[in-house]
């Protein structure tokens, strides 16, 4: 979401979670990430009591935009101090994904999310994970 949003790859990880238990999968992660540029991005995710909250913050030189795809909206926040709060009437997230793959497939057009995108993904995460483990800050490599 942050190399679509910002059109930057994310070159530094920063992230804690939170597990009830050792052996028990991860309920909340605070990541801090930055792009090529510097640009700082803030994610909360969390899966907490059965409920989630999934929000990501994007804080650039004239405003912060923070995307909520748990309650469908975006709020945008400019150094002026004005608030836009957009709702997004998308389906949801998954479905749309699938519906859009198999139209990419059917009509011969590229693929809405790229092999590419996944790798990218994939790496975030895996330097989530260490961050989190070792405590420290995790770069990407330039590709």
């Known amino acids: ?29 605070w990541v801090s ?11 909360d995710i969390s899966r907490l009591n059965n409920t989630r909250l999934t929000r990501a913050e994007i804080i650039g030189e004239t405003g912060q935009l923070i995307a909520d795809w748990t309650s469908h909206s975006l709020i945008l926040l400019k150094e002026n101090g004005s608030t836009t709060s957009i ?10 994904i699938i519906s859009d793959f198999v139209r990419a497939i059917q009509s011969g057009a590229p693929m809405p999310i790229t092999g590419l995108d996944g790798l990218r993904a994939l790496e975030m995460a895996d330097a989530c994970y260490e961050s989190a483990k070792t405590r420290n800050v995790v770069m990407l490599k330039k590709h």
């Not at 949003?5 to 238990?21: D, F, I, K, W, Y």
């Not at 990430?33 to 994610?43: D, H, V, W, Y």
């Not at 997004?88 to 998954?94: D, E, G, M, N, S």
């Open 87 to 96: 709702p997004l009437t998308t389906k949801p997230a998954i479905p749309q």
């Open 1 to 29: 979401m942050v190399r679509f949003l910002t059109g930057q790859e994310v070159r530094q990880v920063n992230c804690e979670m939170e597990r009830p238990h050792p052996q028990d999968p991860d309920v909340r992660a």
């Open 33 to 43: 990430l930055k792009t090529e540029s510097g640009l700082p991005c803030l994610l």
